[in-house]
């Protein structure tokens, strides 16, 4: 039976490029579960797209001199770059910046007003009299209450790390001009939350199937109690305030950018589907679509309390079925930090390597239920020991050696033995293996599974040695090259999530037409006789001197 798929994947803001935490954290495992659920041939929607609104674009245009829209642009493009190279498979990656998206948030807004979820209230806020304007928490610094350092910014101490109260600040001052700042009275728009509180509460217990720290990490929260928050804020930069009065208020980027899921779904329905009405199917309530939201940690609650808070408002939309928010990656035994440049970019690692490694270190290395580490040390290892040495090689010997020596086609089998339908029924297991993890978000189990029935079929070669067996007797050894074959047509199925660039080129190779993903999550159907193409060999070993003049980069 087709399933409906709604795949939502965290929004980036777009002020600097992508970094591997990132990738790890939630694009790549969701772009490895919608590439499953459609070869299994599901209706998949993946969205998402760049968040332009919110300070840390403002700073660094006024840093760089540039304006918010040109720094977006620019990162915007750079992003869809990296999807297309990197093989992330959106159905739409947007940004919060079209006039589509400032219609639904309003539409949201006013709803949720309509409904008695909003209210206005008074509160005191800082103010830089020389600028004449409110100062949002990251445009106020000064000294840290908890460790002295000066510089510290109104929302966070970047020398201790401690998250600050911007009235905490030890002789704060505006960051434009340097003065003083005053509290001065605005109104706002506030999220009833502690209305919604009791639902909430319901509606998270029925939630068995979320992995432990996104449901422990959620109840907790509820425990606390919801506090109203205030989504309304005194700045020029985002989707104005629908309320006569709020001209110079826009909606705070935490309440309008959630809603990029939906608007993103609507702007796909209209602009790629060819049928305004078609998000209806993955959004209204009785359609029994499935929606999953990809997102790391730092991000929980956004996605487990408030967001279902505002479609319970809203009414009529589908809640969140699963939020599989992964841990942190750290790199080289430390937190990523861009600040320090403690990262390793995408866009550098594109340029100079191939996606399909970094997509099996990520995967076979997924920070799911604890954070993991990336060194450049793991990667090449990993890629020389594991995809080359384990399936590369597999690949490349066994079609290199058919095709040069058995007519270049499928050889037809005569009786198979035992061990024979042995290895076959376990690649076949494999391959439903792996995809019934994937279906469940473990996604590092999954690959884990693929690998094993590689190094199975390994081991089933080094038995049979057709290479020395062809000599004595042809049909022995056809007969084992062509168990070979149709276990690595079921590895191609069976990795093509994680390493989709090289199980197209292997599904060519075995002489397959078309795509490797409408091809189906099933073994193949490999019929003797079939012409193969001759392979190149699937991955390129790695030099250890990678280690040394990559990990140099790291911090500099
Ligand atoms: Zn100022
Ligand atoms: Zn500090």
Not at 115 to 141: A, H, M, N
Not at 259 to 281: C, F, M, P, T, V
Request: with cysteine; aromatic share 12%.
């Amino acid at each position: 039976m087709s399933e409906r798929i709604f795949i939502g994947v965290a929004w980036p803001y777009a002020n600097g490029s992508l970094h591997l935490g990132q990738i790890a954290g939630c694009y790549l495992p969701a772009d490895i579960f919608a590439r499953y659920h459609r070869a299994r041939g599901h209706e998949v929607l993946m969205v998402s797209g760049s968040d332009q609104h919110g300070t840390p674009i403002t700073i660094k245009a006024e840093q760089t001199g540039q304006t918010p829209e040109a720094i977006a642009g620019h990162y915007q493009r750079e992003f869809l770059d990296c999807w297309e190279r990197l093989g992330i498979t959106f159905d739409l990656f947007t940004t919060t910046g079209t006039p589509n998206h400032a219609a639904v948030a309003q539409d949201i807004f006013l709803r949720l007003l309509e409904k008695g979820y909003l209210y206005k209230e008074t509160v005191s806020q800082l103010y830089c009299p020389k600028c004449q304007r409110f100062l949002p928490d990251r445009y106020v610094e000064g000294v840290c209450p908890a460790c002295g350092a000066p510089g510290a910014r109104g929302d966070q101490c970047d020398a201790c790390g401690k998250p600050l109260n911007v009235t905490e600040l030890i002789e704060p001052y505006c960051r434009i001009c340097r003065t003083t700042p005053v509290a001065r009275d605005s109104e706002h728009f506030f999220l009833k939350l502690s209305a919604l509180q009791e639902r909430l509460e319901k509606w998270v217990a029925k939630q068995t199937h979320w992995r432990p720290n996104v449901g422990g990490l959620t109840q907790r929260y509820l425990k606390e109690g919801l506090r109203d928050r205030a989504i309304t804020r005194d700045i020029e930069w985002g989707v104005p305030v629908p309320v006569e009065g709020f001209e110079k208020k826009r909606l705070y980027v935490w309440f309008e950018a959630v809603i990029g899921y939906l608007s993103a779904s609507k702007q796909w329905a209209k602009e790629i589907a060819g049928d305004n009405e078609r998000w209806h199917d993955f959004w209204d309530e009785d359609k029994e679509a499935k929606s999953y939201y990809f997102i790391g940690k730092d991000n929980i609650p956004f996605h487990t309390l408030i967001w279902p808070a505002m479609l319970m408002g809203y009414g009529g939309l589908a809640l969140p079925f699963d939020v599989p928010a992964n841990e942190f990656l750290t790199i080289e035994g430390r937190k990523i930090s861009t600040s320090k440049n403690w990262a390793v970019w995408l866009p550098d690692y594109l340029a100079r390597y191939d996606p399909d490694p970094l997509r099996y270190i990520l995967s076979i290395n997924m920070p799911e239920t604890s954070d993991t580490d990336f060194s450049w040390r793991e990667l090449v290892r990993r890629n020389n020991d594991e995809l080359v040495a384990a399936y590369g090689n597999l690949v490349n010997r066994v079609l290199t050696f058919v095709y040069r020596n058995l007519d270049g086609q499928v050889p037809q089998p005569g009786a198979l033995k035992e061990d024979d339908n042995a290895l076959i029924k376990a690649t076949q297991q494999a391959l439903e293996e792996t995809g019934k993890l994937i279906a469940t978000c473990s996604f590092k189990q999954a690959i884990m599974a693929a690998m094993a029935a590689a190094r199975e079929v390994n081991r089933y070669l080094d038995e049979k040695a057709p290479w020395k067996v062809i000599k004595q007797d042809r049909q022995a050894a056809a007969d084992s090259l062509y168990v070979a074959l149709y276990a690595i047509g079921c590895l191609k199925q069976a990795l093509y999530p994680f390493l989709p660039f090289s199980s197209q080129k292997v599904h060519e190779y075995l002489g397959f037409a078309g795509r490797v993903e409408d091809a189906g999550w099933q073994p193949p159907d490999l019929p003797p006789g079939q012409p193969l193409r001759e392979p190149q060999p699937l991955f390129t070993k790695l030099d250890e001197s990678v280690v040394e003049e990559e990990t140099r980069r790291i911090g500099t």
